[in-house]
C-alpha cells in the first residue's frame, strides 16, 4: 500500500483564521515532507522531517508551523495567512536508509483558499 | 545549487505518435525520478532511475539515464489521449537529506 492521506481536500479560510492541515501514512516511512504547489509549477518544498525531528526547513515564514506528533502523523499548522499562500499543499513520505531517501510518495493535497 | 532543465514545457502531440521529454541537470545525482501529475490532482511515481544506462518501462512509456551527458529521457511511444498530463523530473544528490529538485514540468497533451 503507498497511499499518503490527506485532510481536509479543500480548505477555505480568511486571514485571521487558524487551521491545521493533516497528513498520514502507514508505510513505515520515516521521513515525511510538506511540498506548496502553484498553478502550472512544481512543487515547492516547505519542510522536511526524519525520525520526527525537523531536518530541513526552506526559509519558510513562521505563519506555517509543522509539527510530526508520531513517524505516522504530519501537520502544517495555519495562522495569519496572506491570499498569495493560496495553493496545492501536498504532503509526502519515503523510506530513509542512513541519510539517502528513497522515492518520495505524495498525497492527494489540500487546496487552500486564502480570502 | 543543482538546476534542473526539461523540454519542451509544453507538447501537443496526435495519437499513435512517438515523442521524447528531456530533463538534464546540472551536477552530479543519485536519483533521478519521474513523476506525472494530472490537473488539480497529485504526484504519482512513474520511475526511479539509479544508476548510468538505466531504462525502465512501464506501458507506452520509457525513462532512461545516462548519468555522463546528466540527461534522462522519457520516451513515449504510440501516445493516448490517456497520457495527457503534466510531467515532472526531479533529481536528489542522496547526501541531502530528502531534497529533491524539480523541472518545470512538460504539459503533454494527446489529441485524436
Known amino acids: 500500500d503507498t497511499e499518503v492521506t490527506q485532510t481536509p481536500k479543500h480548505l477555505v479560510m480568511g486571514m485571521t483564521n487558524k487551521k491545521s492541515l493533516k497528513c498520514e501514512q502507514h508505510m513505515g516511512h520515516r521521513a515525511m515532507y510538506w511540498y506548496k504547489q502553484k498553478a502550472k509549477k512544481p512543487p515547492e518544498l516547505m519542510f522536511v522531517?526524519?525520525?520526527?525531528?525537523?531536518?530541513i526547513n526552506e526559509s519558510v515564514p513562521s505563519r506555517f508551523s509543522p509539527e510530526c506528533p508520531n513517524s505516522s502523523l504530519l501537520n502544517l499548522h495555519l495562522h495569519a495567512l496572506q491570499p498569495e499562500d493560496s495553493a496545492l499543499y501536498l504532503c509526502?513520505?519515503?523510506?530513509?536508509?542512513?541519510?539517502?531517501?528513497?522515492?518520495?510518495?505524495f498525497g492527494p493535497g489540500t487546496r487552500l483558499t486564502v480570502l | 545549487e543543482l538546476k534542473v532543465e526539461q523540454n519542451p514545457l509544453f507538447l501537443s502531440m496526435q495519437e499513435g505518435k512517438n515523442y521524447t521529454i528531456y530533463c538534464n541537470y546540472s551536477?552530479?545525482?543519485?536519483?533521478l525520478y519521474w513523476y506525472r501529475q494530472d490537473p488539480g490532482k497529485s504526484l504519482e511515481s512513474l520511475f526511479v532511475l539509479l544508476s548510468n544506462g538505466a531504462v525502465k518501462q512501464e506501458g507506452r512509456l520509457m525513462a532512461s539515464l545516462d548519468t555522463k551527458a546528466r540527461l534522462s529521457t522519457l520516451h513515449i511511444t504510440a501516445a493516448v489521449h490517456d497520457l495527457s498530463a503534466t510531467y515532472f523530473c526531479?533529481?536528489?544528490?542522496?547526501?541531502?537529506?530528502?531534497?529533491?529538485?524539480f523541472g518545470r514540468g512538460t504539459q503533454l497533451t494527446v489529441w485524436p
Open positions: 522531517y526524519s525520525y520526527e525531528k525537523l531536518s
Open positions: 526531479a533529481v536528489d544528490r542522496g547526501s541531502t537529506l530528502g531534497r529533491l529538485y
Open positions: 509526502a513520505s519515503s523510506q530513509v536508509n542512513l541519510i539517502v531517501t528513497d522515492t518520495q510518495y
Open positions: 551536477t552530479t545525482s543519485d536519483r
